[in-house]
């Protein structure tokens, strides 16, 4: 990958401006700015070009050409991403689907909605209303993302253990091969025949061809939704009171857990009424019919209490269930106020570990002199931990990426994953190399050489070369090891 | 109760290295299903490869070796309330998890509960070079590497041997209802489809003989009060009703004529043909016995935004699966190759091509 054909800058802007509205094939370093990272910004590069096609045909025209000339191709979204899946290469194009943005067609009694891929994810659920339906998968970061970056990265949000990722609510995508082809995956029906290719395009991080559109189901908005808030003095009590809903047989509509850091860091911004003193909160929603609803608010709020909830609250209406959310959804942000800089991770563990990966978070948090804030999908495992840092004191960042990979190492050992819904990118592209064993990478490179035989389409991201894995390997048994992902960009 | 995942790899390793194809057998109640191979096989076994690995029932978690019979599997998982909520179907004696994941079948609540594809957290196979390799994992969400687990779905054995399944269980709801009524056909699908597009606690939409059948799942009180709110009288012996829809045991299923299968558009209108129909899936899959050629099946299925398959019975040496783009039959040549590079496993089963 390394010798690849030159064709200038300049020749494949001219080349792209006789199809494309030259004010959108971008070659000037100051338009090209923005795109240099996306939501993980410590990972930037500056790409060669950037282009905003507005039609699929200018797409395939687009995949043709570089193509041709083995011209790297990273497609984006809105930028949200936090793995840098979205990071530009520095011989390579940026093909922007912004201009995609239009909701081609909601059918509301096969409830289905037919959209370019540049649509935003809340766009759809707002579209969809009139007609008492939304779109399941509710990413924190949904008034921004999306649909094409959802699909690229198998997206998830806090109603994902009831409604499912991203996989679970496609039906058919169509995406441009690295030849420019035009493929599609899925049908209007539930099931096709053979091999589910839908499945494998989802998460494949824009590695295995562009998605140009995506027809998603949209499901009946629920008659009532209510949250219970829940506060514990232990980590331990609120991972057990997860279970204990769940053995219930009650599945929450969103089950999330916040730690005490994160509590007063959410609470601060959000004035969401959480409970300052509490160790760990949970916040549980139901949803259903309103007399389902009535049932399991009065199961949940009695089984809280009888697992040891120090305090036991419920939403009255929206308002109030709207401001519970607005807290978590919010916790982000809310970490980011209390520090410089944050650096989140997303890893996937099996719940019943929880208090033991917490315990030893808290461990490290001291060995590597950092602070870390939790913000949990207790529902389905997904932990995003916050870690707080300074980037502008020399060494932090290092220090910041080898706790981070030290909860990652974690997650796998404890029989849980690198990544539970923000992909692999650049960033987690070393830890990869914990999870999958060489034969196991051997086979996810073939699969990508069956796409894309030149490795044209995102190169450098989502799977390790076997080379850099051994010396990944050999470095992390090191302390404080430096920036291998750094060279991965160029492998 | 073995391991036998050591014997699966050597009998692959050497099957590579005497030229043999081999044909993938868990516990053979779907070898009608797919094409008639055209080559000679070997019969790999992995029915013997089974027993639970791990199961969690907190966790919400199932891992099971491949060859498990969905017998075992769900026995297992009622002594905790819980169960597999893709209904997989009993097409024989002896079904197994990895032959339910391998031919992608879910029964009647697949529209709401999602298909066997949709409950899959990770498997194990073994690939045609004879590595036993892991992706995905046991827990909820996962998306480190490319989806090698559901891609398996559908692929009918085609990309190598499943060891390993780990599978997403759910709690079985505390009640259950079904409502039934007479209806035309012409009015059937917008009725079934108006029901789907409610908050309300659907679990199963079919029709058949003039009569649908809806069936309510969950929570007691919002089962009884749709129940109360919908039309329709409730039906006895519902239960047996959805076992013998989920196993094609209905009288609709018997005999030898050619058994159609429509996964299409739930709203879809198909034109009137000569034959006898059962919808299911609230108008999503659809199922047709008669005399029709598969060219004309086809068009049909296109114009109503899905495919169609020769499920039983007809000519098994021509294709029986919808027509594939070239474009789409290149790139799952070439994942094949990818995957198995000897062409050994089911060769031609799932395509001529493939
Ligand atoms: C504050 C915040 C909160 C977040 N919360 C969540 C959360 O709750 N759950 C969650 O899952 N994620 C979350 N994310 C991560 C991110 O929003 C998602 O990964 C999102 O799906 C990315 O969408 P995007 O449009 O921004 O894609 P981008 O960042 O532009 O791209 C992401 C990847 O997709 C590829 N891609 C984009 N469009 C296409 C296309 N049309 N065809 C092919 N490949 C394409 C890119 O090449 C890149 O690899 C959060 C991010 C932020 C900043």
Redesign the interface.
Same mark, same amino acid.
């Given at each position: 990958m390394t010798d690849r054909p030159h064709v200038g800058a300049a020749d494949l802007a001219a080349r792209f401006r006789e199809f494309i509205d030259p004010e959108f094939v971008i070659s000037d370093a100051e338009t090209m700015k923005p795109y240099e990272c996306d939501g993980m910004s410590m990972y930037c590069e500056m790409p060669m070009l950037v282009v905003l096609p507005e039609t699929v045909a200018q797409v395939q025209r687009v995949m043709r050409i570089c193509h041709q000339h083995q011209v790297p191709v990273v497609a984006r979204g809105a930028g949200t991403g936090l793995s840098a899946g979205a990071m530009p290469h520095a011989d390579g194009v940026v093909l922007s689907l912004a201009k995609f943005n239009r909701i081609l067609d909601i #059918?509301?009694?096969?409830?289905?909605a037919r959209l370019q891929p540049g649509v935003r994810n809340l766009a759809i659920s707002e579209a969809a209303a009139e007609?008492?339906?939304y779109y399941g998968p509710d990413p924190s970061s949904q008034i921004a993302c999306t649909i094409g970056g959802n699909v690229a990265?198998?997206s998830?949000g806090v109603h994902?253990?009831k409604y499912?990722?991203t996989?679970?609510n496609l039906l058919r995508v169509e995406m441009i091969?690295v030849e420019g082809?035009?493929?599609?995956l899925g049908?209007?029906?539930? #099931?096709?025949?053979?091999?589910?290719?839908l499945?494998?395009a989802?998460?494949?991080e824009g590695?295995?061809g562009v998605v140009t559109e995506v027809t998603v189901k949209l499901l009946?908005?629920?008659?009532r939704a209510q949250v219970v808030m829940a506060g514990f003095d232990s980590v331990q009590k609120a991972g057990d009171a997860v279970?204990g809903i769940?053995?219930h047989?009650?599945?929450p509509g969103g089950l999330e857990m916040m730690d005490g850091h994160a509590i007063v860091a959410a609470d601060d911004f959000a004035q969401a009424g959480y409970p300052r003193d509490a160790k760990a909160l949970l916040l549980c929603e139901v949803d259903?019919?309103?007399?389902?609803v009535?049932?399991?608010i009065e199961q949940a709020e009695a089984l809280f209490r009888e697992l040891g909830a120090t305090s036991v609250c419920t939403s009255k209406n929206e308002a109030e269930r709207a401001l519970l959310w607005k807290g978590r959804k919010s916790a982000f942000p809310a970490v980011g106020r209390i520090s410089p800089d944050y650096y989140c991770m997303d890893g996937?563990?099996?719940?019943?570990q929880l208090a033991h990966v917490l315990t030893e978070m808290e461990a490290m948090s001291e060995q590597f002199g950092l602070r870390v804030a939790n913000v949990f999908?207790a529902? #389905?495992?997904?932990l995003h931990p916050l870690i707080l840092f300074d980037a502008n004191v020399p060494g932090e960042f290092e220090r910041t990426e080898a706790f981070g990979t030290a909860i990652l190492r974690l997650c796998v050992e404890v029989?849980?994953?690198?990544?539970?819904?923000?992909?692999?990118g650049v960033e987690?592209i070393r830890q990869?190399a914990y999870?999958?064993?060489d034969?196991?990478l051997a086979?996810?490179h #073939?699969?990508?050489?069956?796409?894309d035989p030149q490795g044209i389409l995102n190169p450098g991201k989502?799977?390790p070369s076997l080379r850099f894995c051994q010396e990944y390997r050999a470095l992390d048994d090191k302390p404080h090891s430096s920036h291998p992902a750094k060279e991965a960009r160029h492998g | 109760m073995a391991d036998i995942a050591q014997q699966l790899q050597d009998r692959v390793l050497a099957a590579r290295d005497q030229g043999q194809k081999l044909n993938i057998v868990g516990g053979g109640s779907k070898s009608f299903l797919g094409r008639q191979m055209a080559v000679a096989t070997t019969n790999l076994h992995v029915g013997e490869h089974r027993g639970i690995v791990e199961y969690h029932p907190v966790e919400l978690v199932l891992t099971v070796r491949a060859g498990t019979p969905l017998t075992e599997i769900e026995a297992t998982l009622a002594e905790q309330g819980q169960g597999l909520h893709f209904e997989p179907p009993r097409l024989g004696a002896s079904d197994t998890i990895g032959g339910t994941l391998a031919c992608n079948l879910s029964g009647p609540a697949r529209p709401w509960s999602g298909s066997v594809r949709d409950q899959v957290l990770g498997v194990r196979l073994i690939n045609g070079k004879g590595e036993h390799l892991k992706f995905g994992g046991q827990v909820m969400k996962n998306v480190a590497g490319f989806d090698v687990s559901r891609l398996q779905a559908g692929a009918m054995g085609t990309l190598g041997v499943l060891t390993e399944i780990s599978l997403k269980v759910m709690p079985q709801p505390a009640a259950t209802l079904t409502l039934v009524q007479d209806m035309a056909p012409d009015q059937v699908v917008a009725y079934m489809n108006a029901r789907a597009a409610e908050p309300k606690p659907l679990s199963g939409a079919c029709w058949r003989d003039g009569k649908v059948y809806l069936r309510l799942s969950g929570a007691r009180s919002a089962v009884e009060a749709t129940a109360e709110k919908w039309t329709g009288t409730v039906m006895d012996g519902d239960d047996g009703f959805w076992r013998q829809l989920r196993d094609q045991q209905l009288g609709f299923f018997a005999g030898d004529d050619p058994l159609w299968r429509f996964s299409v558009r739930s709203t879809a209108t198909l034109p009137p043909l000569e034959g006898d129909w059962l919808i299911d899936w609230a108008g999503a899959q659809r199922w047709y016995r008669g005399a029709a050629d598969t060219p004309q099946l086809e068009q049909i299925a296109r114009d109503a935004g899905g495919q169609v398959s020769l499920f039983r019975g007809g000519d098994r040496r021509g294709e029986v699966m919808h027509h594939q783009p070239d474009a789409l039959a290149a790139l799952q040549k070439r994942l094949k190759h990818s995957f198995d590079p000897d062409g050994l496993f089911n060769p031609g089963r799932l395509y001529s091509w493939l």
């Amino acid at each position: 990958m390394t010798d690849r054909p030159h064709v200038g800058a300049a020749d494949l802007a001219a080349r792209f401006r006789e199809f494309i509205d030259p004010e959108f094939v971008i070659s000037d370093a100051e338009t090209m700015k923005p795109y240099e990272c996306d939501g993980m910004s410590m990972y930037c590069e500056m790409p060669m070009l950037v282009v905003l096609p507005e039609t699929v045909a200018q797409v395939q025209r687009v995949m043709r050409i570089c193509h041709q000339h083995q011209v790297p191709v990273v497609a984006r979204g809105a930028g949200t991403g936090l793995s840098a899946g979205a990071m530009p290469h520095a011989d390579g194009v940026v093909l922007s689907l912004a201009k995609f943005n239009r909701i081609l067609d909601i #059918d509301p009694l096969a409830r289905t909605a037919r959209l370019q891929p540049g649509v935003r994810n809340l766009a759809i659920s707002e579209a969809a209303a009139e007609f008492g339906l939304y779109y399941g998968p509710d990413p924190s970061s949904q008034i921004a993302c999306t649909i094409g970056g959802n699909v690229a990265e198998n997206s998830g949000g806090v109603h994902c253990l009831k409604y499912g990722l991203t996989v679970h609510n496609l039906l058919r995508v169509e995406m441009i091969t690295v030849e420019g082809e035009r493929v599609v995956l899925g049908s209007e029906g539930l #099931d096709v025949c053979g091999m589910d290719l839908l499945a494998l395009a989802t998460g494949s991080e824009g590695l295995l061809g562009v998605v140009t559109e995506v027809t998603v189901k949209l499901l009946p908005t629920p008659e009532r939704a209510q949250v219970v808030m829940a506060g514990f003095d232990s980590v331990q009590k609120a991972g057990d009171a997860v279970g204990g809903i769940i053995a219930h047989g009650i599945i929450p509509g969103g089950l999330e857990m916040m730690d005490g850091h994160a509590i007063v860091a959410a609470d601060d911004f959000a004035q969401a009424g959480y409970p300052r003193d509490a160790k760990a909160l949970l916040l549980c929603e139901v949803d259903g019919t309103a007399e389902e609803v009535q049932e399991h608010i009065e199961q949940a709020e009695a089984l809280f209490r009888e697992l040891g909830a120090t305090s036991v609250c419920t939403s009255k209406n929206e308002a109030e269930r709207a401001l519970l959310w607005k807290g978590r959804k919010s916790a982000f942000p809310a970490v980011g106020r209390i520090s410089p800089d944050y650096y989140c991770m997303d890893g996937t563990i099996p719940r019943r570990q929880l208090a033991h990966v917490l315990t030893e978070m808290e461990a490290m948090s001291e060995q590597f002199g950092l602070r870390v804030a939790n913000v949990f999908h207790a529902g #389905d495992g997904n932990l995003h931990p916050l870690i707080l840092f300074d980037a502008n004191v020399p060494g932090e960042f290092e220090r910041t990426e080898a706790f981070g990979t030290a909860i990652l190492r974690l997650c796998v050992e404890v029989g849980g994953c690198i990544t539970g819904e923000h992909g692999v990118g650049v960033e987690k592209i070393r830890q990869m190399a914990y999870q999958f064993s060489d034969a196991e990478l051997a086979q996810f490179h #073939d699969l990508k050489a069956a796409f894309d035989p030149q490795g044209i389409l995102n190169p450098g991201k989502g799977v390790p070369s076997l080379r850099f894995c051994q010396e990944y390997r050999a470095l992390d048994d090191k302390p404080h090891s430096s920036h291998p992902a750094k060279e991965a960009r160029h492998g | 109760m073995a391991d036998i995942a050591q014997q699966l790899q050597d009998r692959v390793l050497a099957a590579r290295d005497q030229g043999q194809k081999l044909n993938i057998v868990g516990g053979g109640s779907k070898s009608f299903l797919g094409r008639q191979m055209a080559v000679a096989t070997t019969n790999l076994h992995v029915g013997e490869h089974r027993g639970i690995v791990e199961y969690h029932p907190v966790e919400l978690v199932l891992t099971v070796r491949a060859g498990t019979p969905l017998t075992e599997i769900e026995a297992t998982l009622a002594e905790q309330g819980q169960g597999l909520h893709f209904e997989p179907p009993r097409l024989g004696a002896s079904d197994t998890i990895g032959g339910t994941l391998a031919c992608n079948l879910s029964g009647p609540a697949r529209p709401w509960s999602g298909s066997v594809r949709d409950q899959v957290l990770g498997v194990r196979l073994i690939n045609g070079k004879g590595e036993h390799l892991k992706f995905g994992g046991q827990v909820m969400k996962n998306v480190a590497g490319f989806d090698v687990s559901r891609l398996q779905a559908g692929a009918m054995g085609t990309l190598g041997v499943l060891t390993e399944i780990s599978l997403k269980v759910m709690p079985q709801p505390a009640a259950t209802l079904t409502l039934v009524q007479d209806m035309a056909p012409d009015q059937v699908v917008a009725y079934m489809n108006a029901r789907a597009a409610e908050p309300k606690p659907l679990s199963g939409a079919c029709w058949r003989d003039g009569k649908v059948y809806l069936r309510l799942s969950g929570a007691r009180s919002a089962v009884e009060a749709t129940a109360e709110k919908w039309t329709g009288t409730v039906m006895d012996g519902d239960d047996g009703f959805w076992r013998q829809l989920r196993d094609q045991q209905l009288g609709f299923f018997a005999g030898d004529d050619p058994l159609w299968r429509f996964s299409v558009r739930s709203t879809a209108t198909l034109p009137p043909l000569e034959g006898d129909w059962l919808i299911d899936w609230a108008g999503a899959q659809r199922w047709y016995r008669g005399a029709a050629d598969t060219p004309q099946l086809e068009q049909i299925a296109r114009d109503a935004g899905g495919q169609v398959s020769l499920f039983r019975g007809g000519d098994r040496r021509g294709e029986v699966m919808h027509h594939q783009p070239d474009a789409l039959a290149a790139l799952q040549k070439r994942l094949k190759h990818s995957f198995d590079p000897d062409g050994l496993f089911n060769p031609g089963r799932l395509y001529s091509w493939l």
